[in-house]
């Protein structure tokens, strides 16, 4: 089968199709997926097989065809994917092509290295907002916004139409931005905060812990230092040879 632009309900290419119903670990696949095709197009490359789009994003190639299947797109055999087609349909998937205006609370050293970094624009957002509880950063210009008090947040999120929330606040503090980043109408929420959030249902929250990832890293590095020290582990092989 080759892949094919999907179609709307006029049946003309390019129309708007029905969004699939993806697995989650598809949906978590599909940035990936998204940000290895836009370094083979910056190559200068029109197609790319499933082998070579699975290598640069780090999966195998089953696993790929089977994900890009569930979007209608099964590639030309012996050419492969449409770069820039398959570019279109997975940013039409992820609702990339919206530009969504996102709205970033907490200012600290790390909300202040996410305000000013560039590749949010180049995926598809926009920080549209940045808010903190303290007078003192309030008003402070961080890559073209000022600063505004968290009081603000309910008339910004109506007036720039916010629909995400990221929180880089302490966490103590966390629950209660998300309190208020629920009542604006924010129905997604990226936490940075090392905490649990409890929001309503039909709110979507996304965790992001560098703790939790150092440790998981931890446990393999300890797993490491094991099987090297037991009898026959790596070190004695290495020593044997």
């Known amino acids: 089968m080759s892949q094919h632009r999907p179609t709307g309900p006029n049946g003309r290419p390019g129309g708007v199709p029905a969004l699939p119903d ?3 670990a598809t949906v978590a696949r599909l940035p990936e997926y998204l940000r290895a095709l836009h370094h083979i ?19 195998n190639s089953a696993k790929l065809r089977k994900d890009l299947s ?10 492969g994917y449409d770069v820039a087609l398959l570019i ?3 940013e039409f998937t992820l609702g990339l092509d919206q530009r969504r205006a996102v709205a970033l609370v907490g200012v600290g050293n790390l909300g202040h290295a996410l305000a000013g970094y560039a590749g949010f624009a180049s995926r598809g957002f926009r920080i549209a907002a940045l808010f903190d509880a303290d007078q003192a ?4 210009p961080i890559n073209g916004l000022d600063v505004r008090h968290i009081s603000e947040l309910a008339e910004v999120a109506a007036a720039e139409s916010i629909a995400i929330g990221v929180i880089a606040t302490p966490a103590a503090a966390a629950q209660d931005v998300a309190d208020a980043l629920v009542a604006a109408g924010v129905t997604s929420i ?3 905060a090392p905490c649990v959030l409890s929001v309503p249902e039909g709110v979507d929250v996304r965790k992001v812990d560098l ?18 020290s037991l009898p026959g582990g790596l070190a004695e092989e290495a020593v044997g040879t």
């Open 137 to 140: 950063r309030v008003g402070e």
């Open 22 to 24: 993806l697995p989650e």
């Open 41 to 59: 197009a910056e190559t200068g490359n029109d197609t790319i097989s499933s082998e070579g789009l699975a290598a640069a994003a780090g999966v």
């Open 211 to 228: 703790a939790i990832e150092l440790q998981i890293l931890s446990f393999h590095e300890h797993r490491k230092s094991a099987l090297t």
């Open 88 to 90: 279109d349909q997975i």
């Open 70 to 79: 569930h979007l209608g797109s099964y590639g030309t055999r012996g050419v």
């Open 190 to 192: 990226l936490n940075f």
